[in-house]
């Protein structure tokens, strides 16, 4: 159980386009979704928390503008990267727990966005 | 003072030996603690949760909890070189919904 798909696995777009990134909860519904970024041989950072049905929660650093995060049921979330720039390329990662639940906070596969 | 610290190695073990890996944390409220695995490229996979003190086993892997030190630790017994990943200490207050921190990863080399 707990299983979190993701998609795309890997995009590569053009400088000053936006690209969507969806985050689905395949087999429980999920309160509260994160995304993380993590660049080569770092530690994943942590860039917003998303509720169902509420705003996100940006970590301080993080441009909301930028990364738009929705999460409209209880088993979507998409993080768009508005007008990306090189300098956003990265790993992106989301992962999905339920409030009042262990589920050990299951990951998404990942996207590897490189911005050209 | 980072709010969760490993060592990032990378530290080296022959097959068939025990790897141990180590984390602290700095928030005494921290309640809920994993160790992930994350291969190269890769998304990280949870290995292992605990709550309570003391230890807990999961087939070739123990993890030992000790809050009062503010100390988390990962035991890999007979090690093989598919362990070879880094792995990632994550605490988090408990109940789900509550956001993970994450240290930096400790990389494991099983060498043949």
């Known amino acids: 159980g707990a299983v979190v798909s993701q998609h795309p696995s890997r995009v590569i777009c053009k400088s000053g386009t936006s690209v969507k990134i969806e985050c689905r909860s395949l087999d429980f519904q999920a309160t509260t979704m994160f995304w993380y970024r993590q660049f080569p041989k770092k530690s994943l950072m942590l860039m917003a928390t998303?509720?169902?049905?509420?705003?996100?929660?940006?970590e301080q650093g993080v441009e909301k503008d930028k990364f738009l995060i929705n999460h409209a049921s209880l088993t979507l979330s998409t993080l768009t990267v508005t007008s990306a720039h090189p300098e956003d390329s990265s790993f992106y990662i989301c992962s999905a727990s339920l409030a009042g639940h262990d589920y050990g906070y299951t990951f998404g596969s990942g996207t590897r966005l490189t911005v050209v | 003072q980072k709010e969760v610290e490993q060592n990032s190695g990378p530290l080296s073990v022959p097959e068939g030996a025990i790897a141990s890996l180590n984390c602290t944390y700095s928030?005494?409220?921290?309640?809920?603690f994993f160790w992930y695995r994350q291969y190269s490229g890769k998304s990280p996979e949870l290995i292992m949760s605990i709550y309570s003190n003391g230890d807990k086993e999961d087939g070739r892997f123990t993890a030992q909890l000790n809050k009062a030190s503010q100390y988390v630790s990962l035991l890999i017994r007979d090690s093989q070189p598919s362990d070879s990943a880094t792995y990632l200490c994550a605490v988090s207050g408990r109940g789900g919904g509550n956001k993970l921190t994450f240290g930096t990863g400790t990389q494991l080399k099983v060498e043949l």
């Open positions: 998303s509720n169902e049905g509420s705003k996100a929660t940006y």
């Open positions: 928030d005494r409220g921290s309640q809920s």
